[in-house]
């Protein structure tokens, strides 16, 4: 009858201890997602701002020996993250296959300057930068003009902006969510254990030697929770990149692993602080208020 009963708690306690993890890995799941929610919008914005094209329009009669010394100056400059010439003639090309006809025939000459495209770092990627940078071309003599959509750039940086806040405020307040769901997870758990970390304590047992256990599968259980978190945020990548192909522009696994990395710590840091305080309780706790 006594080996039935130690059995049956046995089992009990493991039955807490499994739904224990699967809510901790839930809930850090949404963590998770979030996190590459975070990490997929910036790295669009940057994929945005980066594919802002600034044309340098050639003089007409400029060598193309100085204008190609004059990309690859540009391309020194800090703002600069690639350029790309396109001569009069490869204008005219692309021209005509966007028409569809053969305009330089109708002409009879061919009025498209060289121009020089510029696509900036996602970081100067402004108004104010690309205005500064624009200033110090024109005062080279081979720069007839430099055109870009300024209106374009202020509503991107605006919006990317808006969006930015939103999703922080959305993060923050699903991580308390999250903090307080874990939080009550643990405390349930640590309640079905009360009368043992009383009787613990009425043998004499030392208050951190009662918590050591405790704090050990705390912190096991944030792993572990942590560590299916991220299996599930892998498998959850994999379908979404096979599902929608171009995502695979915006993927950097550094940035994934940091918030792969991030899903475990906060997992054991959350299980062990929330089981570090619970315990505390119970151990402070009179016998009489154990059954309330």
Known sequence: MEEFEVSASSRKTKQ?????????????????????????????????????????????????????????????????????????EIAAQNLQKDLGEDFLQFLGYNPLLSTIDVYM????????????????????PLVKEVIY??????????NIRIIGLVILAFAAVLLIIAVALINNTIRLAIYSQRFLIKSMQLVGATRGFIRRPFLGYGILHGFLGGLIAVILLLLTLYLAQQ????????????????????????????????????????LRLKIYNLYR
């Open 149 to 158: 959509q300024k209106s374009l750039i202020d509503m991107v940086n605006q």
């Open 16 to 88: 807490v201890y499994i739904s224990t993890v699967i809510s901790i890995a839930l809930v850090l799941l949404m963590i998770g997602l979030l996190g590459l929610m975070l990490v997929h919008a910036r790295n669009l914005s940057n994929y945005v701002k980066e594919n802002i094209v600034l044309n340098i329009i050639v003089s007409d009669g400029a060598k193309e020996v100085d204008v190609l010394s004059l990309q690859k100056q540009i391309d020194t400059h800090p703002y600069v993250l690639h350029t790309q010439y396109v001569s009069k």
């Open 121 to 140: 770092k996602a970081e100067h990627a402004n108004n104010e930068s690309i205005q500064a940078f624009s200033n110090q071309l024109t005062k080279n």
């Open 243 to 282: 599902q929608i192909p171009e995502l695979i522009v915006l993927r950097n696994w550094f940035e994934f692993g940091a918030v792969f990395a991030a899903v475990v710590i906060i997992g054991i840091l959350i299980s062990g602080l929330s089981t570090y305080f619970a315990v505390s309780k119970y």
